[in-house]
């Protein structure tokens, strides 16, 4: 079983546990909301362009709408589930879906009080660490100074250079990628001159 597959089972219970009006970590979506979200993602084609494209959103808006309506088991075993077998994600679902069935797992856990991080094996934290790698380009892409993202097993990338000061934010993959993704619930330790960190952890981290 890949670690996203793993990581869907896990968000799965998580979401029954929390119930379908809890919180998350994105914005004003309870659980119903994301799991509408995962399901139009997967299965709506038509409406999944909107995710990413801003003249679809209001139509992918009302189709995540109508599916948030569903029983809410119904919504569960459609995620737990995962892609159709016509989805173009299900041959590439242990790559393509890792970082968002990751991501959105510790998004009902730690919106949560009191919640702690996870402790991932070292087999897990590697497989996260090129998503890391990758998330971070993009993600602060924005940073008017160098920033570099590193483990504190020694593993480190450089994600954006820029004349002048530098920012190091240390963690372990779970962690970085988390903030890469704009979550600002991580535990991370920072190295730079406190201005520069300071704007490096303001920045918009969205993609």
């Known amino acids: 079983m890949s670690m996203a597959q793993r990581e869907r089972g896990a968000l799965v219970g998580a979401m029954s546990a929390a119930g379908p009006d809890a919180p998350t970590l994105c914005g004003t979506w309870t659980v119903r909301d994301l799991a509408a979200h995962l399901i139009v993602r997967e299965r709506r084609l038509d409406a999944a362009p909107g995710i990413l494209l801003k003249p679809f959103a209001g139509y992918l808006d009302s189709v995540q709408r109508k599916i948030a309506e569903k029983p809410f088991p119904d919504l569960l075993e459609l995620v737990r589930t995962g892609p159709p077998w016509w989805s173009p994600l299900r041959p590439v ?82 962690e970085l990628l988390l903030h890469a993704f704009g979550r600002d619930e991580v535990r991370i330790e920072t190295r730079g001159e406190s201005d520069a960190v300071r704007t490096v952890l303001a920045l918009d981290r969205s993609v």
């Open 93 to 174: 679902d242990a790559v393509a879906n890792l970082g968002e069935m990751f991501v959105h797992h510790e998004d009902v856990r730690r919106a949560a009080p009191e919640w702690e991080p996870r402790q991932l094996s070292d087999a897990d934290q590697g497989r996260l660490w090129p998503l890391v790698r990758r998330m971070g380009r993009a993600a602060y892409r924005k940073s008017p100074v160098t920033l570099a993202l590193e483990t504190p097993d020694g593993h480190r990338a450089v994600v954006r250079e820029q004349p002048g000061d530098a920012v190091t934010l240390i963690g372990t993959p779970s």
